[in-house]
């Protein structure tokens, strides 16, 4: 590769045709580009429920491709499919996240036999539920509980109640809808002071403890049930708790032990948590707080709100409407992407739904089942700061599957590799030499690496990067390297400084219609090189005459000249685009009207001297007016018996005048009216019509 481009003068990185017209030769050119491998590629599970088969969570796949690996060369975009289809008999988790404040009490009732009834009002969706049981009360300081020893252990007195805690896991995830039953019938209702309760903290426990509530790779969901609002990142400072949630699992025999040292979560604290532990969220609350939640929903994805009657005795039902409703809407999320990456999709929907931008993420009303396609297009616009890959991952919202992306860069070409270290040529030695240029050895400089860096800079060698001693180093437009000029890069690769002295570039040129040369031409040295019909030193003017013909197919109706595709009217009595209206021609018709009326009808005044004073007329007869050429030259004028006579007229030049006229003539009341109207540039006009 080297050889091959050795001593190539021209600038290395252009479009492929510069460099061929340049002197570059075929093998001497490389164009990498980049391609999409799919590295991992199982089909989406295609089964039904009634079946029989017994796949762990883990064989289950839901999106396709799994793996994939993109070259990308800046600036140059690829494009691959993704498939998601809703798997049968998909396993679920279920964690019951409740609220054991005292108001909650017949709730908890209703809530012991949730484990059976919810297995079996959900048998048609899946076989593999698992169900758990955690709480949720209230950080141990003022102002939220009463911290008297006697209010601590029964803060219902004179009832009876539990001891006030913040969040406590019940029991794991379990298939065991009887030992859900028994070990909520275990759980008593306790006391605190004010009305907002310390969910969020359970709600982080509940989604960062992963071993200890046993989350399988599954559908998570979390079910948060309360009557009442919420404590959020800020309020723990009330009680003296000013520490930021660290968002991490603090469980010790079940109970959350550092209540009281880290504040509650903020709201982007618990969205991450959900998002990133691909739980879903459903709110079942009281009616009272139904809007508040709503709000909170429209912040954290894939959540749903359903509103609790008195004593939950709808809450099963609650739960199956929100799972099919947040089931049915796949969203898809990418992780963070690089530096100069960007990705954009679009949906192909059920019923052929389609969608970009924003929409392009997602499809709705999906069922079990149901297969939707996205095309993914990932485009790299620029080069990594380090040389090296990187990892994006491409996940629908609440499922555990994802699609790993490995992004490889094209920054560099394949001759780099071939490069000859100490190569003789780059002066004996000083440098590498690399797709046919030397890069030069450390200290050494040049486009050979001919210099050396104490040589840098001398005025002797400046003196050679200058035009005259009036003029700056390099026009001010790059360096001076060992006595030659080495141009400074633009921002934009098409621009170039170009000469001995960087003197010249491609982008200073003239403009017209805000174009660079028009949009008719090339820069090169600071002055427009136009392309062929094109002229002036913004290639502004059009050679082409097309414009400038009259209707009588002469250029400006030989009464003037065509400049820049515009006629300039010569004859000052003649105007408009073509020259061929003449704004005081009016008297015309009558002056023409006796030699048109002897040469035609044979009458008239001229009869007799009609070949002598009428030479320069050339009459061509057409059967009706209707059929007179349209040009703007129309007459109507009156012939010795009265009557209407129609012509027009075309003045090819002084001696020669064409006339059209019409053999059938017109009574009085069926003639063309000739009416003056304001023209264009304000001259009067005569504008002939026929009335009907």
């Known amino acids: 590769m080297s050889d091959q481009t050795q001593g190539f003068e021209h600038s290395r990185c252009d479009y492929k045709d510069s460099l061929k017209k340049a002197g570059c030769t075929k093998l001497g050119i490389e164009n990498p580009r980049g391609n999409v491998t799919i590295d991992e590629d199982k089909p989406v599970t295609n089964r039904k429920i009634d079946r029989g088969q017994n796949l762990r969570p883990d064989d289950i796949t839901q999106i396709q491709p799994q793996k994939l690996t993109l070259n990308l060369r800046s600036g140059e975009s690829q494009k691959f499919t993704l498939k998601f289809k809703r798997a049968e008999d998909y396993p679920i988790d279920l964690y019951f996240l409740m609220d054991l404040s005292n108001s909650m009490q017949s709730n908890l009732e209703n809530v012991k036999n949730?484990?059976?009834?919810?297995?079996?009002?959900?048998?048609?969706?899946?076989?593999?539920?698992?169900?758990?049981?955690?709480?949720?009360?209230?950080?141990?300081?003022?102002?939220?509980?009463?911290?008297?020893?006697?209010?601590?252990?029964?803060?219902?007195?004179?009832?009876?109640?539990?001891?006030?805690?913040?969040?406590?896991?019940?029991?794991?995830?379990?298939?065991?809808?009887?030992?859900?039953?028994?070990?909520?019938?275990?759980?008593?209702?306790?006391?605190?002071?004010?009305?907002?309760?310390?969910?969020?903290?359970?709600?982080?426990?509940?989604?960062?403890?992963?071993?200890?509530?046993?989350?399988?790779?599954?559908?998570?969901?979390?079910?948060?049930?309360?009557?009442?609002?919420?404590?959020?990142?800020?309020?723990?400072?009330?009680?003296?708790?000013?520490?930021?949630?660290?968002?991490?699992?603090?469980l010790e025999n079940n109970m959350y032990t550092k209540s009281n040292y880290f504040d509650y979560p903020t709201i982007s604290q618990l969205v991450d948590t959900l998002n990133n532990n691909n739980i879903q969220t459903i709110f079942a609350v009281t009616e009272q707080f139904r809007d508040l939640y709503q709000n909170l929903s429209t912040l954290i994805p894939k959540s749903a709100v359903g509103t609790l009657s008195t004593n939950s005795s709808n809450v099963i039902q609650l739960i199956i409407d929100a799972y099919n409703s947040l089931s049915s809407e796949v969203i898809l999320e990418n992780s963070k992407l690089p530096a100069n990456v960007s990705i954009s999709y679009i949906s192909h929907c059920k019923h052929g739904v389609s969608g970009s931008e924003e929409k392009g993420r997602k499809c709705s009303n999906i069922s079990i089942g149901d297969e939707v396609t996205f095309d993914i297009e990932i485009t790299a616009t620029g080069c990594p700061s380090k040389d090296k890959s990187e990892t994006i991952k491409i996940n629908p919202l609440g499922f555990n599957e994802n699609v790993e992306i490995v992004l490889n860069f094209i920054c560099e070409c394949e001759c780099r590799k071939d490069g000859i270290p100490n190569s003789l040529n780059c002066s004996n030695g000083h440098g590498t030499l690399e797709c046919g240029i030397c890069r030069c050895n450390e200290g050494r400089l040049g486009r050979l690496c001919e210099c050396s860096q104490d040589e840098f800079l001398t005025d002797d060698l400046d003196a050679n990067c200058r035009m005259n001693n009036g003029t700056d180093i390099c026009s001010n437009n790059g360096e001076c390297v060992c006595g030659m000029c080495e141009c400074k890069k633009r921002d934009n690769p098409v621009e170039r400084y170009s000469g001995k002295f960087c003197e010249c570039d491609n982008f200073n040129c003239d403009r017209s219609n805000n174009k660079l040369c028009g949009g008719h031409g090339r820069c090169e040295c600071r002055k427009c090189v136009c392309d062929a019909n094109y002229k002036g030193s913004a290639c502004e003017c059009p050679l082409d005459t097309t414009t400038c013909l009259a209707s009588n197919s002469l250029i400006c109706n030989g009464r003037g000249t065509c400049e820049c595709g515009v006629c300039k009217c010569t004859d000052l009595k003649f105007e408009g685009p073509t020259c061929e209206i003449c704004p005081n021609c009016s008297r015309i018709c009558t002056q023409y009207k006796d030699c048109v009326e002897c040469l035609h009808f044979g009458t008239g005044s001229k009869k007799q001297i009609c070949d002598k004073d009428c030479k320069s007329f050339s009459i061509k007869s057409v059967k009706t007016k209707e059929e007179l050429p349209k040009n703007p030259n129309h007459c109507k004028e009156r012939d010795i018996d009265d009557c209407w006579f129609f012509f027009n007229y075309t003045i090819k030049n002084d001696d020669n005048i064409e006339v059209h006229v019409a053999e059938i003539k017109g009574t009085n009341d069926a003639g063309w009216i000739v009416t003056p109207l304001e023209g264009q540039e304000g001259t009067l006009v005569w504008v002939f019509w026929e009335l009907r």
């Open 114 to 250: 949730l484990g059976t009834e919810l297995a079996k009002a959900m048998q048609h969706i899946t076989t593999k539920l698992q169900i758990g049981f955690g709480s949720f009360l209230e950080k141990l300081v003022m102002p939220f509980i009463l911290t008297t020893p006697k209010y601590l252990k029964n803060p219902c007195f004179p009832n009876d109640c539990s001891v006030p805690f913040s969040y406590r896991h019940v029991l794991n995830l379990t298939d065991n809808g009887t030992l859900f039953a028994q070990e909520v019938s275990k759980q008593k209702t306790s006391g605190n002071l004010d009305s907002p309760e310390a969910g969020f903290d359970a709600i982080m426990q509940a989604a960062v403890c992963t071993e200890v509530i046993g989350w399988r790779n599954a559908t998570r969901l979390l079910v948060f049930s309360t009557d009442a609002g919420f404590h959020f990142a800020g309020d723990g400072k009330l009680g003296g708790v000013v520490h930021p949630n660290d968002g991490k699992c603090h």
